[in-house]
């Protein structure tokens, strides 16, 4: 038993030194793919935003996603327009595999207005033809072949090809597409502006989200939560 020992603790050790050069969530750690939304947190976005039945991503960060009402993680079908069918929140993540969540309205807010530099890491600009906002990591270096205008208020001012955007997307910034938002079955103002959830309210009833036009940015308060709005879930990487 003893001759089994010393190769036993130079696997272990072996795992330890592997495990070191993982990042969160067993996802290499990779500094271009994370984002500041506190003091002490930062996250990786998911590739794309949630698709219909809440369980996948779409495939590409410009592909609009499916419009959820608040909160309806374990249900993400549900469009009845019935507020009182939406006041306690279930998070989406808690159902698509990989440790997602949403952001809270204090972590949008400071990713977008308090981080370090952050004015000069936000934009809007048009992807494919779809328009958008654009989120450069906190470690960003532009490709050679690209642009970006930051704090752009005309979807034509970045606008990225296919090939420009995956050299984008591979120094690591982000696109949540201007998917609009749903009343029911009806979408409204797709293409035009953005409404993405987080997971916290002003009040019960009252969710707050993070909106976004070609010339509005903000964190405000919705009091319709049966509203379709986008989701773009996270994880966390201390």
Known sequence: MKENRKPRILAFVVLLLVSAFIGCNNVPNNDKLLF????????????????????????????????????TGDRPADTVDDMQAYVHFVDWGDYVEGDWRTLTAEEWNYLLFERTDAGEKRAVGTVNGMHGLLLLPDKWELPSECSFVSQAVSWDVNVYSDSLWEQMEQSGAVFLPADGFRWGEVPYSYECEGLYWSSTTKMKGCPYTMHFDDNILAIDWEDDPQFGQSVRLVRDCK
Do not use: C, H, T
């Open 36 to 71: 500041s939304v506190s003091a002490d947190m930062q996250v990786e976005f998911a590739p794309g935003n949630l698709a219909e039945g809440g369980k996948v991503f779409v495939a590409r960060q410009w592909y609009p996603g499916w419009l959820f009402g608040w909160g």
